[in-house]
C-alpha cells in the first residue's frame, strides 16, 4: 500500500486512485528562458521517482508536465516582466527560438539523468483558447474582475485561498507585496493576473492573442488549471512541483480551477525540497546554504558537473540518498562521494556471476517494497542493496533482485556493471597491491603502484567502501 505526504492536508495518506490502477500526474514544468539548474533538476528527479515507483506498483501512468513559453513574471506579485521577453532581449532572439532552444536543452538534461519522459509536453501557447475559457467562466461568476491593466483573481471570493499553504495572508510576504503592487489596481495584494493587457509595460509585449478583455496573454497560473484538466480531466490524482510553488502558484491553480468547476483540481499535493549550495557571492561565502540562484552566483548546471568528470547518474545517485521532503545541501565532495559510491557499487555488481532470472532474494525484495511504498523512501531503498550486495545469498537471484529494484531507482545499475567489468584483471590487481601496501603503511611504494595505474590511463578514488579504480 503506498503511503504519500499530501501537502493539503498535511499528512501522509494511504494512497487512492480515481480509478482503479490509473494514476493521472501533473508537474509543473520549467519556464524556458534560460538553461534550468541542478536544483530544478532535483524537482524533476522527485517527480521521476514518484513515477517509477507507481509504475513499479503495477499502476498505468499517465503524466502531463507543461513547458512554459509565455506569462510567467519575474516577480510573484504581478509586477515583473515576463520571463521569456528578457530571455529573447538578453540574446537578441525571438522569444519562440529561446523557447525551442532552452526546451531542448531541458530536455536534454532529462534524458540523461534517466527521467521517463512525461507522455505530454504541452505548451500555453497552444491552449490560450481553454485559458480564456476558464478566465470567462470566472468572471461571469464574480470571482474574476476587468481592471485597468489585466483581468485579477479575486482572492477575497475563495475562503479556502490559504489551505494549501497553511500561510495567513496578512502575513510579512504579502505586506511586502502591498508596496510592489500599489501601482497595480488590485483589490486586494494577494489578487492575482489571469490576463494581462497589452498596456503599460506590456504595450510593446511580442506575444498577444484576442481576447473578450482585448488583445494580450495569459497569466503563468492559469496555463496550469487548463492545460491538466485538457488531458487529465478534474479532478485528477497528483499534482507535483517544488515546494516554492505552493504559494503563490499552486495556491492560485486550486482558486481558480476550483472556483471555476466548484470540484476540486487533484486530490494529491506533493512538493519536492531544494536543493541548497553556498552562496558564491562575496561575502557569503561561509554563511549558510542558500537556494541556487543565478543572484546568488551559486548557478550550477548539468552540464557543468558532466564538465567536471562526473557522470550525471552520480548526480541522480546523490539526490536518491536524501529523502524528497528534506532539504539536501549540494557541495563538489557530496557529488564526489556519491560518484565514489555509485563506482563501488556498480563494482560489486560487475562480480557477480550469471544473468538475471525469475527468482529473487525475497526478503530484501519485500523490504524493499515496504521502503519506497513509504512516501518514497529511496534513501532506505538505497542501503537496502548494499546490505544485499553483502549478504551469502546466490549470485543469480542477487542480480535479479538489483534489476527489479533499478527500475525504480533508474541508475542503469546492470548497464554500468557491465562497463566497469571490462577494467582489465592487471589494473584491479594493481589496485589490490596498491590497497595492501596502504594498509601495511608502505606509502612510498603504495604511491608508486598509483602512479603506475595512471600511467595505464587509470586514477584511484579511495572511499569509505575502499578503493575504486576507473579510466581516467
Ligand atoms: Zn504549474
Known sequence: MLKLFNTLSKKIEKFQPIKDKRVSIYSCGPTVYDYVHIGNLRTYLFNDILRRVLIYDGYKVKQVMNITDVGHLTD?????????????????????????????????????????????????????????????????????????????????????????????????????????????????????????????????????????????????????????????????????????????????????????????????????????????????????????????????????????????????????????QTKLNFSWESLRAAQNSLDHLLDLISELKGSPGKFMCADYAKAFDREINNNLDTARALSLTWRLLKKPNPDKLKISTIKKFDKVFGLDLLKGALIRKKIPNKIKELAKTRERLRKQKEFGKADDARAELEKLGYEINDTPEGPVVKKK
Not at 521517463?116 to 478566465?135: A, E, S
Not at 499552486?250 to 476550483?258: G, K, L, M, P
Not at 568528470?309 to 552520480?314: I, K
Request: hydrophobic share 35%; aromatic share 10%; net charge neutral.
Open 76 to 324: 510573484d506579485a504581478d509586477s515583473g516582466v515576463d520571463k521569456l521577453e528578457k530571455g529573447a532581449e538578453r540574446e537578441k532572439k525571438t522569444v519562440w527560438d529561446v523557447a525551442k532552444f532552452y526546451e531542448k536543452e531541458f530536455l536534454n538534461d532529462i534524458r540523461a539523468l534517466n527521467i521517463l519522459m512525461p507522455d505530454k509536453l504541452p505548451h500555453p501557447t497552444d491552449h490560450i483558447k481553454q485559458q480564456i475559457k476558464i478566465i470567462e467562466t470566472l468572471v461571469k461568476i464574480n470571482f474574476a474582475y476587468d481592471a485597468k491593466e489585466a483581468v485579477y483573481f479575486d482572492v477575497s471570493k475563495f475562503p479556502d485561498y490559504t489551505k494549501l499553504s497553511g500561510q495567513k495572508l496578512k502575513d510579512k510576504k504579502q505586506a511586502a507585496r502591498t508596496e510592489v503592487v500599489k501601482d497595480l489596481s488590485k483589490k486586494n495584494p494577494a489578487d492575482f493576473a489571469l490576463w494581462f493587457k497589452l498596456t503599460g509595460k506590456f504595450a510593446d509585449h511580442s506575444m498577444h492573442w484576442p481576447s473578450p478583455w482585448g488583445e494580450g496573454f495569459p497569466g503563468w497560473h492559469i496555463e496550469c488549471s487548463a492545460m491538466s484538466t485538457e488531458y487529465l480531466g478534474q479532478p485528477f490524482d497528483i499534482h507535483t512541483g517544488g515546494v516554492d510553488l505552493i504559494m503563490p502558484h499552486h495556491s492560485n491553480e486550486i482558486a481558480q480551477s476550483q472556483s471555476a468547476s466548484g470540484k476540486p483540481l487533484a486530490n494529491y499535493w506533493l512538493h519536492g525540497e531544494h536543493l541548497l549550495i553556498k552562496s558564491g557571492k562575496p561575502g557569503h561565502l561561509d554563511g549558510e546554504p542558500r537556494r541556487m540562484a543565478k543572484s546568488e552566483n551559486n548557478f550550477i548546471r548539468l552540464k557543468d558537473i558532466v564538465d567536471k568528470g562526473f557522470s550525471p547518474l552520480a548526480f541522480r545517485y546523490l539526490v536518491l540518498g536524501a529523502h524528497y
